[in-house]
């Protein structure tokens, strides 16, 4: 079975509630500067595939996506 990955993805502006129901099981944070970070566990590339969808289909212009290793 594949190990859970830790992802950092940063989008161009913040999201509010409703956006961010979107990315359930997700973290959202919205920074000072008006972008926003989704960091959470996802379990294989299929997942992330499906989130990197999702902010495609909200219009939302995608930053970075980061994988943060056990030993960050």
Do not use: C
Request: glycine share 8%; charged share 25%.
């Amino acid at each position: 079975m594949d190990k859970l990955n830790f992802y950092k993805i940063i989008v161009k502006g913040h999201l509010d509630d409703t956006l961010a129901s979107w990315f359930e099981g997700l973290t959202v944070s919205n920074l000072e500067d008006g972008d926003a970070i989704l960091s959470g566990l996802l379990p294989d590339q299929a997942a992330l595939q499906g989130i990197l969808k999702r902010i495609s289909d909200l219009g939302l212009t995608l930053i970075s996506v980061n994988t943060i290793s056990e030993e960050d």
